[in-house]
């Protein structure tokens, strides 16, 4: 055996090698009076398909105040449903935040969560079902999420927010029903952060709003989940999922030259700026060397820079787009993405690596 895998074999036992956990966030739960007289509360609903009790962490996050968490126990094949969770759980008795769920990933694999904020008023009481998700699912750099707001403008209030899983940095577009660009504010948030902008066309573009306002959250670095709602004049509320989408490419992502021997091992043959197969990284003290392959649209050369690599170190060796990654036993068994901001004269975009860990 080398000395070079004795060394290697030696640095991976002494790895510590931690059980992994998965996070779900219900993005807006709530309680106490809103705009209109309206009255809001949030239900939690839990339940595990698995035969034997476990146990998970919630908390919730208000601007960048954590409360909690706290520990709920859930027997076998138990349904757990917690009223008004802001207030009974935290003890709120006025405010907005997201809730997030922490579980071992053998207990999550077995959950099912749902969430129901409900305005209880005169005229009866009206709801909207928010699902939980999966820290996995979030919008990344290079991501534009697309929050679509009410037909009739002016009749309705559209909400809008989002949870910070890292500290991420976003570009806010007012798109007018013809494709117009009516409006864009940058905003930083810190990680583990809440905002909900509450009318927002107005609050965060000072603009009047209008029939079938769409507004872009276009991810400049960070993670995050993005929502929406709208509440119309009953204040009967509807629920707006951000749905993460991608502009059209104009630089070409030829793939990975894995071995940097001068060709491409995985390719982007679709030319979607995603990589057409997970690439494994192996947890070392060495890390891994690979060279990423792109050109701009007329062949120009192109310029990286290193927007997301969570739970991983990396960096650029060269110009020519040569890349180390280090990864620790933590992550051992999981799958990720690194991305990287590719750049080639006015044009920008950002390519996605999905990666194994082993």
Do not use: C
Not at 27 to 38: D, E, K, R
Not at 167 to 190: P, S
Not at 205 to 221: I, K, M, Q, W, Y
């Amino acid at each position: 055996m080398k000395l070079r895998n004795i060394i290697t074999a030696a640095a991976l036992a002494a790895m510590p090698f931690a059980a992994q956990a998965a996070t779900l966030v219900v993005p807006a739960a709530g309680t106490g009076p809103g705009a209109n007289g309206s009255q809001w509360q949030s239900e939690l609903t839990l339940h595990t398909a698995a035969p034997r009790p476990l146990t998970l962490s919630l908390s919730l996050h208000q601007g960048a105040t954590v409360l909690g968490p706290v520990s709920i126990t859930l027997e076998a094949r138990e349904t757990l449903s917690i009223q008004d969770v802001v207030r009974s759980e935290f003890g709120v008795t006025g405010g907005s935040g997201a809730l997030v769920i922490e579980a071992a990933d053998r207990d999550a694999r077995t959950l099912a969560v749902t969430s129901r904020t409900v305005n209880t008023s005169s005229e009866g009481e009206f709801g909207q079902d928010i699902p939980a998700i999966d820290v996995n699912d979030a919008s990344g750099a290079g991501d534009v999420t697309a929050l679509t707001g009410p037909s009739e403008g002016a009749a309705s209030r559209f909400n809008f927010g989002l949870y910070a899983i890292d500290a991420t940095n976003v570009k806010w577009e007012l798109i007018r029903a013809d494709g117009t660009i009516a409006g864009t504010q940058e905003v930083t948030y810190v990680a583990g952060q809440h905002a909900q902008h509450n009318a927002g066309i107005q609050a965060v573009f000072g603009a009047a709003p209008e029939d079938n306002d769409t507004v872009h959250a276009r991810v400049l670095s960070g993670r995050a989940i993005f929502y929406g709602s709208v509440v119309n004049a009953t204040g009967d509320p509807s629920f707006v999922p951000g749905i993460r989408t991608r502009e059209d490419i104009v630089i070409h992502f030829a793939g990975l030259d894995l071995d940097e021997n001068g060709t491409v091992d995985v390719a982007d043959a679709d030319g979607d700026g995603v990589l057409d197969a997970r690439i494994d990284i192996v947890t070392s003290m060495f890390g891994e060397f690979f060279r990423i392959v792109a050109e701009g649209e007329f062949g120009e050369e192109v310029e990286y820079e290193i927007v997301s690599t969570p739970s991983v170190e990396a960096s650029l060796l060269d110009g020519a787009g040569r890349l180390r990654v280090l990864a620790s036993g933590d992550v051992k068994g999981t799958n990720g993405e690194l991305r990287i901001r590719a750049i080639s004269g006015d044009s920008s975009t950002v390519l996605v690596i999905p990666v194994r860990y082993r």
